[in-house]
């Protein structure tokens, strides 16, 4: 392939996706809904604040995004369709600590998948000048890239959730013992929250402060509580709230119960310890008999193997 064929191929593509863009949004081809035929007379009556209201898809990209965002959310509507997890993926997408919406999170998962057919399509295209051009290999590259990376997103948002989880598990026994320290020294349970706030750095510091801010807003310390509860997600946090607001009702001490609850999850990480390395038991003779058994065989046998004379 000359230069010339490489550039009118880059032109023809554009010039496709270009056409294909102004086609999608000719309302013969894009049949408008309901809502958006009635929009224009609703916009005099806001119902919300737009200080409070969600970002758009295309404003978290920048200009090109708002360029792009009609087409983008009807590809986010069809994958929707597709793979409909909106609430869990909302759940999800709390769980991992992240401020970003189900359509945003979509709109991420889109770009990953562009990203993959990119690669695809450039991968082809450096295959044609070498005479390496193997149809169907392409033609795996430019259906599985994307898909392999409209799905890499997901996988990596369990990954961010397994690690936020192993974070604030961490970080849970040294938090409840400050706050237990704070409640004893005749701060309140907000009071303490706030201490730890300001001490502390860390995921479960993140979510206290959220608690804060919500209770500043003017929800409920208990309401609260069980909000980041919920958007934690983990039973031990589950636990320490309704911990928490049960000592609150009754009047029991409050910083014997957060005591209890940091032993139960240090006892809780010993016995999860304890049970990892009975499952690594099985592995870990490999290396003994296979390396360090040997070694120490013939360490003890070679210096008297030395002294013998086998010549007859």
Known sequence: MSANEFAGLLCGLGLGSGLFLFLTRIPRFRRSTFADRIAPQLRAGRMHSALLSSRDVGGSFGPLGRILAPFVQDLIRRS????????????????????????????????????????????????????????MLSLVLVIG????????????????????????????????????????????????????????????????????????????????????????????????????????????????????????VRDAAKRELMETAGKKELSMLFPVVFGILPLTVIFAVFPGITLFDFSF
Do not use: H, Y
Request: aromatic share 6%; hydrophobic share 45%; proline share 3%.
């Open 145 to 264: 890239l994307p898909i392999c990376g409209f799905l890499l997103r997901d996988w990596w948002l369990g990954e961010t959730i397994s690690r936020r989880a192993q974070k604030i598990l961490g970080q849970f026994p040294n938090v409840a013992e400050l706050m237990a320290l704070s409640v004893a020294a005749g701060e309140s349970t907000l009071g303490a929250l706030e201490r730890v706030r300001r001490s502390t750095d860390g995921e479960l510091s993140e979510e206290f402060g959220r608690v804060l801010a919500d209770v500043r807003s003017g929800r409920g310390l208990g309401e609260a509580l069980r909000s980041m509860a919920k958007r934690v997600d983990q039973d031990i946090m589950t636990r320490f709230v309704d911990a928490m607001l049960v000592a609150t009702d009754r009047g029991t001490p409050l910083a014997q119960v957060m005591r209890d609850q940091a032993q139960d």
């Open 80 to 135: 929707s369709g597709i793979s409909p997890m909106g609430e869990q993926l909302k759940r999800r997408i709390a769980k991992a600590g992240l401020e970003l919406s189900v359509s945003e999170f979509r709109a991420q998962q889109l770009m990953w998948a562009g990203i993959g057919l990119g690669l695809a399509i450039f991968f082809t295209i450096v295959s044609v000048p070498n005479q390496n051009f193997n149809p």
